[in-house]
C-alpha cells in the first residue's frame, strides 16, 4: 500500500522502516533533515515540505501523522487537512488525549475525510520485531488500512478496538499501566539495594534472573536487566522522571468515573517528586515530629 509517515522520530521512523521493508510505498517527512535522509537511504521517497505530502499520493491518499500530542500534530494535521481530498484518510498515530482525538474525528470527517486513532506500543524494538497497536474509527476505514497494521504489528499484535477515540484511550489506559509497573519494579530494587542483603546482592545479576521464568519477567525487566548491565549503580542518571501527560489523562478519567486508582496515581506523583531537589512537604512533616513529640529533625551541613 501507498501511505505517507509524518514525523520520523524514535517511533516514526522505525515504522516507516518496518513498512518498507514489508513492500509497501512509504512517502516519509520530518521537519529536521537528518531522519529524512536516513530513510530515503532505505528506499522511501520523501519530501521536504508537508503540505507537499498530498500531490505525491496517489488517491485515496493515506497520511499517518507519528508527531508529539499536542499543538504540533495540531497544526501539522490542520496543514495537511488542507490539501487532501473527500475519500482520503488521516491517521494520528500518537499519543494524543482521547477527547482531543473525538473533536479531530469530527472536525476531520466534516471534510468528508477518514480518521482513524491508532495507539501504538513497542518502543525502540517494535521497529524489528514489530509492534501492537490499537485502532479506533469506522469499522470500514479501519478494513481499508488493515494491512499496513497488520505489517507493522507482532503476529496478533493489532485489534480494531472500536469508535473514534477508542484507540488512543486503549493506549493511555495501557501507558497508566506502564507507570505502575516500572515504579513497583523501581520499589522493589531500591529494597533490594538498601535491605538486608543490599551489599551481597548483585543486582544486575538479580533482573537478569527475573527475566527468565519468573512471575514478573517481561519487557520492562528486561529494560531493568539491560539499564543494570550496562551500569550497576545507575550512577551516569540523575533522579529525575518525566512524563508525558497519559498518566495524568488516565488518573483524571478514574476520578470522573469514581474508579480506584492506586498505583498509578502513586507512580505519577512519584514522578513529580523525581524532579524535586529538596521536597517542602517532608520538611513540614520533619518539623510537625519535631514539634508535637521532640522527634530528632536533621539540619542542613
Not at 514489508?22 to 535522509?37: F, I, S, T, Y
Not at 473525538?102 to 477518514?114: Q, S
Not at 493506549?171 to 519494579?185: F, L, P, S
Amino acid at each position: 500500500m501507498e501511505l505517507a509517515v509524518l514525523g520520523l522520530g524514535r517511533m516514526g521512523k522505525g515504522i516507516a522502516l518496518r513498512l518498507k521493508e514489508k513492500g509497501h510505498d512509504v512517502l516519509a517527512w520530518n521537519r529536521g533533515p537528518g531522519p529524512r535522509d536516513e530513510v530515503a537511504a532505505k528506499g522511501c521517497r520523501v519530501v521536504d515540505d508537508h503540505k507537499r505530502v498530498a500531490e505525491n499520493l496517489k488517491a485515496p491518499r493515506v497520511v499517518w501523522l507519528m508527531l508529539p500530542a499536542g499543538d504540533v500534530t495540531e497544526q501539522v494535521m490542520q496543514d495537511v487537512l488542507e490539501t487532501l481530498s473527500p475519500g482520503d484518510i488521516l491517521i494520528d498515530g500518537g499519543n494524543s488525549f482521547y477527547k482531543d482525538t473525538l473533536r479531530r474525528h469530527a472536525h476531520v470527517e466534516a471534510k468528508g475525510v477518514n480518521f482513524i486513532d491508532v495507539g501504538v506500543s513497542g518502543g525502540l524494538l517494535g521497529g524489528e520485531v514489530g509492534y501492537c497497536t490499537m485502532a479506533g474509527g469506522q469499522k470500514e476505514v479501519f478494513s481499508h488500512i488493515e494491512p499496513v497494521l497488520r505489517d507493522m504489528s507482532i503476529e496478533g499484535g493489532y485489534l480494531h478496538c472500536g469508535p473514534a477515540g477508542s484507540g488512543h484511550y486503549t493506549k493511555m489506559v495501557h501507558n497508566a499501566i506502564e507507570y505502575a509497573i516500572m515504579q513497583g519494579i523501581g520499589e522493589g530494587f531500591e529494597l533490594l539495594k538498601k535491605g538486608h542483603y543490599g551489599k551481597d546482592l548483585d543486582l544486575a545479576a538479580v533482573a537478569k534472573l527475573w527475566t527468565n521464568g519468573s512471575i514478573i519477567r517481561g519487557f520492562l525487566m528486561d529494560c531493568t536487566a539491560s539499564a543494570l548491565a550496562k551500569d550497576p549503580d545507575l550512577g551516569k542518571l540523575t533522579q529525575r522522571i518525566d512524563d508525558n501527560g497519559e498518566g495524568k489523562w488516565t488518573i483524571q478519567e478514574a476520578l470522573d468515573y469514581q474508579v480506584p486508582f492506586l498505583m498509578t496515581s502513586h507512580a505519577l506523583f512519584s514522578r513529580y517528586l523525581s524532579r524535586e531537589p529538596e521536597v517542602f512537604a517532608y520538611k513540614v512533616v520533619a518539623a510537625q515530629r519535631h514539634e508535637f513529640g521532640g522527634h530528632k529533625i536533621h539540619d542542613k551541613q
